[in-house]
């Protein structure tokens, strides 16, 4: 799995002439391996730090948990496993993985500095790394390289995709009159889940648009009302990677306003993707969404026009004023315009784009559209 | 909020001379403070590492995203924090964080070694600390303060446990032959959130008993035939605080071995419930339940009898037989004796005990018993 990320990678250490590295972020770790412990609990009471590569000699080797190695067998990259739960002794996971870490990185003889992932390996880690080398920051080096997905990427977020629209059916049905929002989320989770026949994270926003703050928020305890808008912002994260697509529904009937926002997100939404080609800058469709709404009289959205999803659920390239970034095939773009009357109602819409060298290919499957 | 818990950590600190301390572990910054952010997603890609609290003077200072400064001023501890998302820049979380870290510990003119959580902080964060001064580990110096629990504690555990009740209703309702293992799942956590008005994190086994690992683990697209036993081991995360809870349920009606390997399962449970007092110690308990276990001929349970809970899932006092920990009042136990034929039938009870100075007040409130 991820053979052609490691070669990227491989390619862009070289290039710096770092022949050692160690990666701590979980995008990072995920992307070179394929490797995705779930998320949904948090911190795991067993481990002893996040998962991590080691990179040496063209080598690279997972470093995980004894009760992760299985899962993590599934990567092909050669495995060092550390104890974790056990109920024979107090459970040292964290000082475990040092001892581990240090045995593996003083067996390799190569040279030089060690590129690190400063901003997510604990400093416990980088204090066992061989003595006497400089460690240098790689933090975020592997996003570019992150940037076009690869054929088993596309897979994994054509899943997700898939799944994500079996949430927005089920939210859509579920918008109605006398449920509160946590109704609604339960009918996505479940649907969700249910199809894909095992947990799977999901996210994000959840919201009435008679809330102050109707751009989003995770599910609470309020009703809704005849003609109210909702606002459902879904991702999926399954095998690691992340789906995402917001669609706006009405308990009862929409009224004219409600109408006339909708039909307007949808056009923009729809100009949106049509600029979605190779050689587009990212700035450039970001301020004409932006002109496009305000042209129309409505307040502009203060959120990104949209952003790049894989590993993480929001990456380049970013749909944003300053972003100069050029698109190019293989990207996959999240377009998300939104209209906001604070307290009143909101419309928010959002597809999934695969850039192409002809017309972007919408990812997405759920029904944006009022009727 | 969490006064207690800062005073017990200063004496403590106090105790070693510590003036300075930083604490990355995100159970070690909750308990101190009351902070706790979602955990459902993974990772936050605007965060630019954990929320943090720096010690110094006596003061507790947290430091945290500007979009987490809302939710993090209900703690009442002076706030430091960074700038996160933008659509104006490119996002550098990492590095923000990283610059406020230096600025607030640089203000500081105490003197002397600096604790720090070293395998939670992160490296870069850990470089930029006050040059010159030694950096003491502090790692896992807060558990043992941890252990008894204050009244604030033992209201939010309570509030946890009612959560879990209710999962259990609806699992207990939901076990029947031809759901799956994931149709109980969504009926255990739709109840739960329903009930809680929000989205809870909800853990851990939902297995039906014809697995070859079950013990436990997550719910998977297995369907339940009549006569099959199921393990409902439900944890559940709302304000930073856990609750847990096991049941044993049944597709139909069990068998006469199902019968009595549940009846001596609860006997187990009801014993080890009456040595959860003041005085016990952990591994004695332990030795005394894998023995009654065993007496009755049974193969005893690979994990442990049971275990503390609080701002994490699985802490001191561990009910497992090296330990020598003796229980205090205050403390809040797991006891969860089981008994497992792989591949054919599995149960597991489990109830949360308060230590008191009387009798064991047992906290949890789902129905263990088969009628």
Same mark, same amino acid.
């Given at each position: ?7 990227? $990678? ?9 022949e050692?590295?160690l990666f701590a972020?979980?995008a /990072?770790v =995920?992307?070179?391996?394929g490797?995705? #412990?779930?998320?949904? =609990? ?5 481990a002893?730090? #996040?998962?991590l @590569?080691w990179?040496?000699?063209g080598?690279?080797t997972l470093l995980?948990m004894?009760?992760?190695a299985?899962?993590?067998?599934? /990567?092909?990259? !050669?495995?060092v496993t550390y104890p974790d739960?056990?109920i024979a002794?107090? @459970?040292?996971s964290?000082t475990?993985? $040092?001892?581990?870490l240090r045995?593996?990185?003083?067996a390799d003889s ?5 590129g690190?992932e =400063?901003?997510?390996c604990?400093?416990?880690l980088?204090?066992?790394?061989p003595?006497?080398?400089?460690l240098t ?9 992150r940037r076009?997905?690869?054929a088993?990427? =596309?897979a ?13 059916r089920?939210?859509?049905?579920a ?8 109704d609604?989320?339960?009918?996505v ?6 199809v ?5 994270a999901?996210g994000?926003? %959840?919201t009435?648009?008679y809330r102050?703050m109707?751009i989003g928020?995770? !599910?609470?305890?309020?009703?809704l009302?005849?003609g109210? /808008?909702?606002?459902?912002?879904l /991702?999926?994260?399954?095998?690691g990677?992340?789906s995402?697509s %917001?669609? +706006? ?7 004219a306003?409600q109408i006339?926002m ?14 979605a080609r190779?050689?587009?800058v990212?700035g450039?469709?970001? &301020?004409e ?5 305000a042209?129309?009289g409505y307040?502009?959205?203060p959120?990104h026009t949209?952003?790049?999803i894989?590993? +993480?659920p929001h990456?380049?390239p970013?749909?944003v !004023? ?5 698109l190019?095939p293989?990207?996959?773009v999240?377009l998300?315009p939104g ?5 009143e109602?909101?419309v928010?819409l959002?597809h &999934?784009v695969?850039?192409t060298d ?5 990812l +997405?499957?759920?029904?944006i559209?009022l %009727?």
């Amino acid at each position: 799995m991820h053979n052609e990320q490691r070669e990227r $990678a491989q390619h862009a250490l070289q290039a710096r002439k770092i022949e050692r590295a160690l990666f701590a972020a979980r995008a /990072s770790v =995920l992307w070179l391996s394929g490797f995705a #412990p779930p998320v949904n =609990l948090g911190p795991n009471p067993f481990a002893g730090g #996040p998962p991590l @590569i080691w990179y040496a000699g063209g080598t690279w080797t997972l470093l995980v948990m004894e009760s992760q190695a299985a899962d993590a067998a599934t /990567s092909g990259l !050669p495995l060092v496993t550390y104890p974790d739960y056990t109920i024979a002794a107090p @459970i040292t996971s964290a000082t475990n993985l $040092a001892a581990v870490l240090r045995e593996t990185t003083a067996a390799d003889s190569a040279k030089g500095p060690i590129g690190v992932e =400063l901003h997510d390996c604990p400093a416990a880690l980088a204090n066992v790394l061989p003595a006497g080398s400089e460690l240098t920051p790689i933090d975020g080096r592997l996003e570019p390289l992150r940037r076009r997905k690869t054929a088993e990427e =596309l897979a994994l977020l054509r899943r997700n995709f898939a799944l994500v629209a079996e949430g927005q059916r089920a939210g859509r049905a579920a918008v109605k009159p006398g449920n509160r929002e946590i109704d609604v989320w339960n009918a996505v989770e479940s649907a969700i889940q249910a199809v894909a026949g095992r947990r799977v994270a999901v996210g994000n926003d %959840c919201t009435v648009g008679y809330r102050d703050m109707n751009i989003g928020g995770w !599910p609470l305890d309020l009703a809704l009302r005849p003609g109210d /808008s909702f606002i459902l912002d879904l /991702s999926t994260q399954y095998g690691g990677y992340w789906s995402d697509s %917001c669609a +706006t529904y009405y308990a009862g009937e929409p009224s004219a306003r409600q109408i006339a926002m909708h039909n307007l997100a949808a056009a923009a939404l729809e100009l949106a993707i049509d600029r979605a080609r190779p050689g587009a800058v990212s700035g450039a469709i970001d &301020a004409e969404i932006r002109r496009f709404i305000a042209d129309a009289g409505y307040p502009v959205y203060p959120h990104h026009t949209g952003h790049g999803i894989g590993v +993480t659920p929001h990456e380049e390239p970013r749909i944003v !004023p300053y972003n100069r970034l050029v698109l190019e095939p293989g990207m996959v773009v999240m377009l998300e315009p939104g209209i906001y009357l604070p307290g009143e109602t909101a419309v928010r819409l959002e597809h &999934a784009v695969l850039i192409t060298d002809g017309a972007p290919e919408v990812l +997405t499957s759920h029904r944006i559209l009022l %009727c």
